[in-house]
């Protein structure tokens, strides 16, 4: 799915010797269980840093859940946000996108990710700066949208 197309995408830029612009951000990947259920899903930055998002996981109380899964929120405040600073603006004479990026790469918008306060913040500081995005957003299933 989006997650798939997102890691392609990556693949196909870092591969290329002559993409003369800096990536960051973060892209979601699915856990599976021994037996090949899905277990949960880990945020992993640009970088290769990984950590837990969600986990299905029915004993966590006073953790969100969104669905079976458990959302481990301040963990991906650690990971995702930092990949998500502030861009300075154009000709302010810094970095031209977050963390110093030219792309920014947010997979995904989602229920999930969007349990952290401070990520739709971050993620409109992005959107407004001259940075480019390759972003994620669910497609609502039933009708039912992500403010819900």
């Known amino acids: ?27 979601t990947e699915e856990v599976r269980s021994d037996d090949g259920e899905r277990s949960g899903f880990d945020v992993v930055t640009i970088s290769g840093r990984r950590g837990i998002l969600s986990r299905a996981d029915a004993s966590t109380p006073g953790m969100p859940h969104v ?14 946000l930092p990949e998500l600073k502030a861009p300075q603006p154009a000709g302010a004479g810094g970095p031209q ?35 480019v995005v390759l972003g994620t957003i669910p497609v609502p299933k039933f009708g039912r949208s992500l403010a819900e």
Do not use: N, W
């Open 97 to 131: 996108g977050a963390a110093g990026a030219q792309l920014v790469v947010i997979d995904e918008i989602g229920k999930m990710e969007l349990l952290c306060k401070s990520f739709f913040p971050a993620v409109q500081q992005v959107l407004d700066s001259d940075v």
């Open 67 to 80: 669905g079976k899964y458990a959302v481990h929120v301040s963990a991906f405040e650690t990971l995702a």
């Open 1 to 27: 799915g989006k997650s798939t197309l997102v890691k392609r995408v990556l693949d196909r830029l870092q591969r290329t010797k002559d993409f003369p612009h800096t990536i960051s951000g973060f892209y």
